[in-house]
């Protein structure tokens, strides 16, 4: 071997592991899920396959880039609350809580954590945000439909109506 291949070659073994760190230095980020139904439901492994491809249509590869922690909770109100702690205490980037039951068990447990629920009925009335347009706190997410085209809301008055 001559002297210029053993130094070109000495030199790129001792870059590598600078190289292998820099590629690393991007941090892991961590998702919980925390959802109401058994790991065989079809509709919410539909939900979450969805998911899963849309984060990786967005770059975020598991082991990669993203770590995913999902909790299977079922029905059961003490289950929702024990998965809700382990959760929190594995302190993610974002949990992501389907229902009413999942996202209140969470803020017992934790209020900052953000936490993004997919389907709620009232979140205002449940007191998980302050507003649809300003949630506030560490929760926020999608309403199954606008409260005030439903009746419930504020009402329009023909006399303020003008033509």
């Given at each position: 071997?001559?002297?210029?291949?053993?130094?070109?070659l000495?030199?790129?073994?001792?870059?590598?592991?600078l190289?292998?760190?820099?590629?690393?230095?991007?941090?892991?980020?961590?998702?919980?899920?925390?959802?109401?139904?058994?790991?065989?439901?079809?509709?919410?492994?539909?939900?979450?396959?969805?998911?899963?491809?849309?984060?990786?249509?967005?770059?975020?590869?598991?082991?990669?880039n993203?770590?995913?922690?999902?909790?299977?909770?079922?029905?059961?109100?003490?289950?929702?609350?024990?998965?809700?702690?382990?959760?929190?205490?594995?302190?993610?980037?974002?949990?992501?809580?389907?229902?009413?039951?999942?996202?209140?068990?969470?803020?017992?447990?934790?209020?900052?954590?953000?936490?993004?629920?997919?389907?709620?009925?009232?979140?205002?009335?449940?007191?998980?945000?302050?507003?649809?347009?300003?949630?506030?706190?560490?929760?926020?997410?999608?309403?199954?439909?606008?409260?005030?085209?439903?009746?419930?809301?504020?009402?329009?008055?023909?006399?303020?109506?003008?033509?």
């Open positions: 071997m001559r002297r210029r291949e053993f130094i070109t000495m030199g790129g073994a001792a870059a590598w592991p190289t292998a760190q820099a590629e690393q230095s991007e941090p892991i980020r961590r998702i919980g899920v925390l959802l109401p139904a058994s790991a065989d439901d079809s509709q919410f492994s539909t939900w979450i396959g969805a998911f899963l491809q849309a984060l990786g249509l967005s770059g975020w590869i598991i082991g990669r993203v770590r995913i922690d999902t909790r299977w909770a079922g029905a059961n109100a003490d289950a929702i609350r024990r998965h809700a702690a382990e959760l929190a205490a594995l302190a993610p980037d974002v949990i992501l809580a389907h229902g009413n039951a999942a996202v209140g068990a969470l803020l017992q447990v934790t209020r900052t954590v953000p936490i993004v629920f997919p389907v709620s009925g009232d979140p205002v009335a449940t007191g998980f945000v302050d507003s649809l347009a300003h949630p506030g706190g560490n929760v926020t997410g999608f309403s199954q439909f606008e409260f005030n085209l439903s009746g419930n809301g504020p009402r329009c008055s023909s006399r303020s109506r003008r033509a």
